[in-house]
């Protein structure tokens, strides 16, 4: 299947600090991301379209001027969490599908998730 | 109305059993449908994807899929107790791909 990198894979930060997430399509084009954020034992939680080369639809009640989302090319988004409290230590990941638009039967990809702990 | 609903489980089988896990969608536009497993502290891992009605096998692995019922299935054959992990039932459509919450599956040696 096709490949998607996440970079860092864990991160601690202290509050108030700002955090990037790089997540990379390494063998296709993805003109569409997908941000997800997931707490111990609940399930994905869909916080963001990223969309290349144009703003992000963030999902209701992600605040997107605290996670900023950035698609400036076809095989890289970031996710920045901004100004970072304990409350947002979460697993965030990243997926993307093949092709513009996604091609019909193409599944979404998963990087490998990034752990972020605010102290 | 979720979009795409799983029983959250936990679904404990035998070794070597057959292990069946069920997911119903609401939006009769989606166009494809997957098969996730994820493993605790991990991300999710596409298994199968599905897209015409019937029966897609890959290994021990066998997705089904009724339009008419809005209905996916897989079956996991042979059951291992590395197979014990969550599983993720999505649909697609052009850009979105809409996830259950999961059903969690326990192969007991």
């Known amino acids: 299947g096709a490949v998607v990198s996440q970079h860092p894979s864990w991160v601690i930060c202290k509050s108030g600090t700002s955090v990037k997430i790089e997540c990379r399509s390494l063998d296709f084009q993805a003109t569409t991301m997908f941000w997800y954020r997931q707490f111990p034992k609940q399930s994905l939680m869909l916080m963001a379209t990223?969309?290349?080369?144009?703003?992000?639809?963030?999902e209701q009640g992600v605040e997107k001027d605290k996670f900023l989302i950035n698609h400036a090319s076809l095989t890289l988004s970031t996710l920045t969490v901004t100004s970072a409290h304990p409350e947002d230590s979460s697993f965030y990941i990243c997926?993307?599908?093949?092709?513009?638009?996604?091609?019909?039967?193409?599944?979404?990809?998963f990087g490998q998730g990034t752990r972020l702990t605010v102290v | 109305q979720k979009e795409v609903e799983q029983n959250s489980g936990p679904l404990s089988v035998p070794e070597g059993a057959i292990a069946s896990l069920n997911c119903t969608y609401s939006d009769r536009g989606s166009q494809s449908f997957f098969w996730y497993r994820q493993y605790s502290g991990k991300s999710p891992e596409l298994i199968m994807s599905i897209y015409s009605n019937g029966d897609k096998e890959d290994g021990r692995f066998t997705a089904q899929l009724n339009k008419a019922s809005q209905y996916v299935s897989l079956l996991i054959r042979d059951s291992q107790p590395s197979d014990s992990a969550t599983y993720l039932c999505?649909?697609?459509?052009?850009?979105?791909?809409?996830f259950g919450t999961g059903t969690k599956l326990q192969v007991i040696p």
């Open positions: 999505a649909s697609g459509g052009y850009q979105k791909v809409t």
């Open positions: 990223s969309n290349e080369g144009s703003k992000a639809t963030y």
């Open positions: 997926s993307a599908r093949e092709g513009s638009f996604g091609r019909l039967g193409a599944g979404a990809f």
